[in-house]
């Protein structure tokens, strides 16, 4: 769809009015950059895809505790079987009765997707961690396509991949019945989808500018309809469906959009920018990335809706919501869904630290920054290491990030922060406005209880800041002139290329290293001592 022309006249980026005929020399915007898929994209995108696909789902089905599902994955599983058992209608689903806690506290999706996966295989260990593997899979292509999109290069996609299938972090959220994997693919899914959309909206007021077709309103000319953010829409109502978290990221991305769009106008000279994307902006984003959300979230609750033994489903009727609230003035169904809402509110709200409510495996947003504190997912020591072995063995399993990925997140923040505030390299801003979704919000409330899961949301983004970072190096610096680095080339190489070829094979040999402590391997209690280089790992 093209910018709607609505006039011969146009702005020039300097303000001034000129003629579509006038003989002066435009100051026309360099041209959006568009690199044409390639060979090179194909063949790096399927060994990608191949290696997610086996680092995701060798030993899928272990470890398992006699059988039963581990950590968290003993809320979750449940909860999603309690579907598959109530499931009478195709396009419904089933309801989670949780007879054992009483209340779920998060919203229905991300065990929708674990009930259609027990469906399929079973209440197994297969049944309930296959689709978040093919989920975790997902996450790693739509941060190499993410990364693509914003370079415009297939290297860079390369090395976003690469680092994507060897950290520890999405590695394991990939690998067990949970949810977070379900709302990170969603939540890199909107931001692709945004990237996408900023550009298609550039590449159009490029070309009414260029063409003179930019219109006689002050306000600028309209985009016409955007699919590309109405899909990131459609993604963020998923991301909210599966974890309220997903609200942060409607407010950055959204508030992202308006903004970028503002940007646009301006660069391209309409006079009254900021008004135009008021008008002409704003109304069209709130519609996608607020409306189409909050539509979504609600139809995940259908079968909520449809059930009759729901939980607080006649909360009106029954007693559970007092006399004079104002809940009674609404339909009994809707007067229930809101109170299940706020007793889920009040159930994250009072736990807190200060409230007496602690775990062994807490950690703070400021700690997630260099994985300081992993969580324990599994655990079984005094195991015998074999015949006639003295030494005794054990597994162990953490949700652990990989130290060169997680390691380095500050100084990548800081110089991304640089690059697009100072430097003005509009391609950081996706990346950094993602990883202030997911970190910012937490230090707003800091005294609640949190787990270092909560951040895998953040690590997809700072992937793309390392691997933008890469394709700078790539090709710049002097040529290095050792013998031994030559012929392992094969051919003169720079040292800003031989950085990023040794940063992403420590990356590979560090998750190699770590791998018993992300698969479980049975290992000595000598080697397992190795692994833990940091006192709070243990």
Not at 134 to 153: D, E, K, P, W
Not at 468 to 480: C, D, E, F, Q, S
Request: glycine share 8%.
């Amino acid at each position: 769809m093209r910018v709607t022309a609505l006039t011969t006249k146009f702005h020039s980026p300097s303000g001034r009015r000129a003629s579509r005929h006038s003989t002066q020399q435009r100051p026309v915007p360099p041209r959006p950059l568009t690199v044409p898929w390639s060979r090179a994209d194909t063949v790096s995108t399927v060994v990608i895809a191949v290696l997610a696909l086996i680092t995701r789902y060798a030993g899928l089905t272990l470890p398992v505790s006699k059988g039963t599902p581990i950590f968290d994955e003993k809320h979750y599983v449940p909860q999603a079987w309690d579907m598959v058992r109530s499931w009478d209608n195709l396009f419904i689903g089933g309801i989670e009765s949780n007879p054992g806690y009483g209340l779920v506290v998060h919203p229905p999706l991300g065990k929708q997707i674990l009930a259609l996966s027990e469906a399929m295989f079973g209440y197994t260990p297969l049944g309930w961690r296959f689709l978040t593997a093919a989920f975790g899979v997902g996450v790693v292509l739509l941060v190499m396509n993410m990364a693509r999109t914003i370079s415009q290069s297939w290297q860079v996609a390369t090395f976003a991949g690469l680092i994507a299938v060897f950290d520890g972090v999405l590695l394991v959220s990939s690998k067990f019945g949970l949810l977070d994997i379900f709302q990170v693919f969603f939540i890199v899914g909107a931001a692709w989808a945004l990237v996408n959309d900023h550009g298609q909206m550039r590449a159009r007021i490029h070309e009414a500018f260029h063409s003179g077709n930019m219109g006689t309103s002050e306000f600028g000319p309209r985009f016409g309809f955007r699919w590309w953010r109405f899909t990131a829409g459609v993604f963020l109502g998923l991301a909210l469906a599966v974890k309220w978290t997903g609200l942060y990221y409607i407010a950055f991305f959204g508030l992202m959009s308006v903004f970028g769009d503002l940007a646009l106008r301006r660069r391209y000279g309409v006079k009254r920018y900021i008004t135009g994307t008021l008008l002409r902006d704003t109304p069209a984003a709130l519609a996608s990335l607020v409306v189409v959300p909050i539509a979504l979230y609600v139809w995940s609750w259908r079968a909520w809706f449809a059930s009759e033994t729901s939980v607080y489903r006649h909360a009106k009727t029954d007693g559970t919501i007092a006399d004079g609230s104002w809940l009674q003035l609404l339909p009994e169904a809707v007067a229930g869904w809101f109170h299940y809402h706020w007793s889920v509110l009040q159930f994250h709200t009072e736990l807190t630290t200060s409230g007496g409510h602690s775990h062994p495996w807490d950690s703070k947003p400021w700690a997630w920054l260099v994985s300081a504190r992993p969580i324990l997912y599994y655990s079984s020591t005094g195991l015998e290491c074999g015949e006639g072995g003295a030494a005794t063995c054990r597994r162990m399993l953490y949700l652990f990030g990989t130290p060169a990925v997680w390691w380095l997140i500050v100084p990548a923040i800081v110089w991304a922060l640089w690059c697009l505030f100072i430097r003005k390299d509009r391609r950081f801003l996706v990346p950094v406005v993602g990883f202030a979704a997911g970190f910012l919000p937490w230090l707003a409330n800091f005294d609640r209880q949190m787990y270092f899961f909560y951040a895998t949301a953040l690590i997809p983004f700072v992937i793309v800041i390392y691997a933008l970072a890469l394709g700078r190096l790539v090709g710049h610096g002097p040529v290095v002139k050792n013998k031994a680095v030559t012929a392992l080339a094969r051919r003169p190489i720079t040292w800003g290329t031989f950085a990023a070829i040794a940063y992403l094979a420590l990356v590979i040999a560090m998750f190699c290293y770590f791998s018993p402590i992300l698969y479980g391997y049975t290992v000595s209690d000598a080697w397992y001592k190795s692994l833990m280089w940091l006192p709070s790992w243990s």
